[in-house]
Each structure stands twice: as structure tokens, then as C-alpha cells.
């Protein structure tokens, strides 16, 4: 009776604060819009005071005006589809990036580096990439016309593409990496996901029924389709056992998801690849795999995402798109990261995550991701590496060395060994990279300016012409990693996705490690005992 009272009573307290602090914000609202010293847009402060308080959450609760919500909407939905293409603005260019195996664009004879200038004879010059997106996008099998410069080309050439159902491989590679040990990468969870790992699965038992194990890639996932991840645990875990459990503020919108099938394996042994980047269903299938200690999982602890997100409705037909629950697997744990920093989860020691028992009675953490049992350092992209890439300077000099080039060695033979020119290329570029070292010293400055010291500035001046002398020094450093990345940027342009997977193989510790993992079937087993 009384707990009952005290239920009512402090929802009633919740009820009085909600309403105090609408009052309060209204009034504040009203204030500035009144008597504030400068004209004010009251649709601009009120979105300023939107996006603050829902970013103060977690970065996947957001708003959407109405003027988003058509673009936001054309993205979101299936059945409009584009020209099959990635696209950027380049040099304030719409380029295209990477167009994808069997879409309308390379049936059009469109490549990586072509810039596109029209749409159905609209100029797009200046417009932003959703804007162009919106125009480029309908329903498929209507036409659309492009302007498009060929790589490197100053004229215009008019090209009709029918627009199609665009499938990206969510399994561009499968395929043996060594005696007896088979290797499937996937992508995203998207549609028919777990029917293509199945496929591929079977595909390499057809080939040799005496595998060894099975290596899944689920490194640089980011996730996607909720039941994907649970029909990929169902290849490899029974029919009616709980994969995942969603669990909300409101106890009736809980739910439960369980496999529903047969598997198709129970008893091959698996690895699983992970790394920083790997996201929600990502890491549901590699944490249900460990809770029920049916894989080994390699590489670094995964992102922490374990949010559910819903679209509610609002007035004035804005959207509201926000978390409603969190994901749960087998063990009890959740694995979303509960703190945030720049819109990042921020690591959380393990001393302080909460501990959970696999089937077997291994100890896993809760909070911030899944940890993987072997766990290896990550290949880390070099900052100056990364400035080539975020700046386009590779892609911009592979547009180069692939225009006249029909074809290349095939992959696993194909090697880049034109570094110098490279170098020379990225010096004639205006190639902007900021070492952590200039970094403080343009702090420094900063202070010393304010003691009008001409003495200090002479010493500034010095160092930060050593610095950008150290810039090249920073190239050849970055040298196996520039020459990694360019690789398989070409490699992408003539084998595509398939090809780029396949590339970078033979130099991947990680895998290398999952064979060593899978070949020892001592070391598999005492893995996943926790022994």
C-alpha cells in the first residue's frame, strides 16, 4: 500500500519538475526574443536549444525539421534508388568516388574520378551533396540524365542511366586463406545478410568438408538490419536459443529476439575479427557468439553501440528520431558505451565495467563494447596517412595513374612501386597536415604573442619552419601505409569491393592469427573454456 503511495508520489514530483522547467524555458525563450540587443530568428535559437538537448544524450537522439525530413525520408526509404555510385564534393566538384559492381552507373560507362555536372539538365554546380542526392534519386527503372567530365576531362558528356535496385555486395569476399581455413567478409548488415553468409559457408564446406574453422570479418561494420545479426548466430547456434533482448524505460515494449531455424553448423570452429569500428548488430553476433562461447573473437574491443533508435512525430511535421532501449545479449550484458565524448564513446577501464559469465563461466565486461579474447594492436592510421585520405590527395593522384590504364595486374600480384612520384604529386598539391607538434606550438605562439617578445617569435618562426620540414620526413615514415592505402584504392577501381578484400589478405595479422587460432584445436578449446 504504502510503496504504492511513494510510486505516486514521486512520479508527481517528476510531473511538477517537467512542468517547472518548461515554464522556466519559455520564459527564458520569451526574454531573449524580446529584449535581446540584436534581432534574433526565433526558429534558430529554438533548433540551437533542440540540438543541444539531444546531443546531450547520446549522438543518435537527434531532430528533424520538416525541411529535413523529405531528404531524410527519400534516404531512409527502399524503394527510391540512386544511379548506384558514392559521391562527394571534391574542390567544391560532385565526384564520383566509387561506383558500385552491376549498378547503373558502371553499365553507363561512369568511373571513380568522373565529376558530374548536371541532372536532367539542372546545373549542380554549387549545390550540397543531399540536395544533389535528392534530385538523383527515384523510383526504379525511370531514367535520369547526367553531365558528366570524364576523368581529367574538361568536356561534357550527356549519359542515360535507368535507375535500379542497387544491391552492394554485403559479402564481397569469400574464400579459402589457407589449407583448410575459410574466410567470409561482411560489410553491412543489410538484406538477405545471414542468407549469404550461409551461402558462402556452404560454399567452402563444398569445397573442402574438412575444414579446419571458419574466419567472419566483422571488422569496419558498423551494422545495420536487427534480424541479419540474428540469422547470422543462427548459422552456428540452436534453433529457440535467445540471441538478444531489448529492454526500455516502458517494460511492456520489451522484447526478445531467438533463432528460429536449424543451424547450419554447430560444430565447426570459428573466429571472429573485430576492431574499433565494429558497431551494433556487429557486436551482437560477436558478443552472442562469446556468451555462448561458440567463437573466438580477435582484434580490439568493438565501438559500443547497443541502442535501439524509433521516429516519433511531432508537430509541423518535424520528426523526432531517438533511443528507446538497449540491446542485451545472452550473458546479461549490454554493450553500449555510456559516456560520450565529441560524439565518440569514451573508453571505460575495465576495473570499472561489470563482470559476466559466458556459458562456460568465462568472465566478459559489460559497458563500451565487446573485448575480444585475443586481442591484438590495431593497425592504426598514421595522422599523415589520414590527412591524405580525409583530403582526397590519393584518390586524386590513383584518378591520375589509372586514366590510361585498362587493366592491372591481377589481385594478390598487383604491387605499387611509384612512391617518389607520389611524393612529388602530394608536394605540388596544396596538402594541408597538422603535426601534434604544431599543434602546441601554435599555443605557444598564442602566449607568447601577448609578451611582445620579438626574441620568442625568431625561436617560433625557427621551429615552425623545422616542423614543415619534417612533413616529408613524415611521408617516407608513413611509407608502407600510403603505399597500402593507394593499392587499394586502384585495386577498388578494377576488381571493386571483391577485390579490395581480397587484396589486403596476405598482410593481415589478424587473419594470420585466426589461422594460427583455428589450425590448434588445443588452443581453440582452451580459448573458450577460459582455462
Given amino acids: 500500500m504504502f510503496s504504492g503511495i511513494a510510486a505516486v508520489s514521486v512520479q508527481s514530483d517528476k510531473l511538477f519538475e517537467i512542468s517547472k522547467n518548461l515554464e522556466i524555458f519559455i520564459s527564458v525563450y520569451k526574454e531573449l526574443n524580446t529584449n535581446f540587443a540584436d534581432e534574433l530568428d526565433p526558429g534558430t535559437l529554438m533548433r540551437t536549444a533542440i ?10 537522439t537527434n531532430f528533424v525539421s520538416e525541411s529535413q525530413v523529405e531528404s531524410y525520408w527519400i534516404n531512409d526509404d527502399e524503394k527510391y534508388q540512386g544511379i548506384g555510385a558514392k559521391m562527394n564534393i571534391i574542390d567544391k566538384k560532385l565526384t564520383v568516388v566509387e561506383p558500385y559492381e552491376g549498378g547503373p552507373a558502371i553499365k553507363a560507362g561512369i568511373k571513380a574520378g568522373d565529376e558530374i555536372v548536371s541532372v536532367d539538365g539542372i546545373n549542380i554546380e554549387g549545390k550540397k551533396l543531399e540536395e544533389v542526392n535528392a534530385i538523383m534519386r ?6 535520369v540524365m547526367l553531365g558528366v567530365r570524364p576523368n581529367g576531362s574538361v568536356s561534357t558528356e550527356n549519359k542515360k542511366l535507368t535507375r535500379g535496385e542497387v544491391n552492394i555486395p554485403n559479402v564481397p569476399y569469400s574464400g579459402f586463406v589457407a589449407d583448410g581455413v575459410g574466410y567470409i567478409s561482411l560489410t553491412v548488415f543489410t538484406q538477405n545478410a545471414g542468407d549469404n553468409i550461409k551461402k558462402a559457408l556452404k560454399e567452402l564446406k563444398d569445397q573442402n568438408p574438412n575444414m579446419a574453422g571458419v574466419i567472419l570479418d566483422l571488422r569496419q561494420n558498423g551494422g545495420g538490419l536487427l534480424h541479419e545479426a540474428v540469422n547470422i548466430c543462427n548459422i552456428f547456434i540452436p534453433n529457440g536459443e535467445i540471441v ?3 529492454k526500455s524505460k516502458i517494460k511492456e515494449r520489451d522484447q526478445t529476439f531467438k533463432t528460429l531455424a536449424p543451424p547450419t553448423d554447430l560444430d565447426i570452429p570459428v573466429a571472429v575479427l573485430i576492431d574499433k569500428r565494429s558497431a551494433s548488430a556487429s557486436e551482437i553476433v560477436s558478443g552472442v557468439l562469446q556468451d555462448l562461447d561458440r567463437a573466438v573473437l580477435i582484434g580490439q574491443r568493438s565501438f559500443g553501440k547497443g541502442l535501439v533508435q ?3 512525430d511531432l508537430p509541423y ?18 554493450i553500449q558505451g555510456v559516456e560520450y565524448e565529441n560524439g565518440e564513446p569514451k573508453d571505460i577501464p575495465d576495473s570499472q565495467r561489470t563482470k559476466f559469465k559466458t556459458k562456460s563461466g568465462r568472465i566478459v565486461l559489460d559497458g563500451g563494447g565487446v573485448t575480444p579474447d585475443v586481442k591484438l594492436a590495431g593497425n592504426d592510421v598514421l595522422p599523415v596517412t589520414q590527412a591524405l585520405l580525409d583530403q582526397y590527395i590519393i584518390f586524386e593522384y590513383v584518378n591520375l595513374y589509372t586514366k590510361d590504364k585498362d587493366k592491372i595486374d ?10 617518389e612520384e607520389f611524393v612529388q604529386f602530394v608536394q605540388k598539391k596544396s596538402f594541408k597536415y597538422e603535426t601534434e607538434a604544431e599543434k602546441h606550438l601554435k599555443k605557444a605562439k598564442s602566449e607568447f604573442e ?3 617578445n620579438q626574441s620568442f617569435a625568431d625561436e617560433i618562426s625557427k621551429l615552425e619552419s623545422r616542423i614543415n620540414n619534417t612533413k616529408i620526413d613524415d611521408l617516407a615514415k608513413a611509407k608502407s601505409q600510403i603505399i597500402s592505402e593507394i593499392e587499394k584504392e586502384i585495386v577498388t577501381r578494377y576488381y571493386f569491393q571483391k577485390g579490395k578484400v581480397q587484396h589486403t589478405l596476405d598482410n593481415d595479422n589478424e587473419v594470420k592469427e585466426a589461422i594460427t587460432i583455428l589450425k590448434d584445436s588445443n588452443r581453440y578449446k582452451k580459448i573458450l573454456s577460459g582455462k
Fill in 450 to 452: 601577448k609578451l611582445s
Fill in 51 to 60: 540540438d543541444a538537448m539531444t546531443h546531450s544524450l547520446d549522438p543518435y
Fill in 317 to 334: 511535421n518535424a520528426r523526432l528520431k531517438l533511443t528507446t532501449s538497449k540491446y542485451y545479449i545472452p550473458s546479461g550484458r549490454c
Fill in 138 to 143: 527515384g523510383l526504379p527503372g525511370t531514367d
Fill in 310 to 312: 524509433n521516429t516519433k
Fill in 244 to 246: 538478444v533482448t531489448t
Fill in 410 to 419: 591481377a589481385v594478390g600480384t598487383f604491387k605499387f612501386e611509384k612512391f
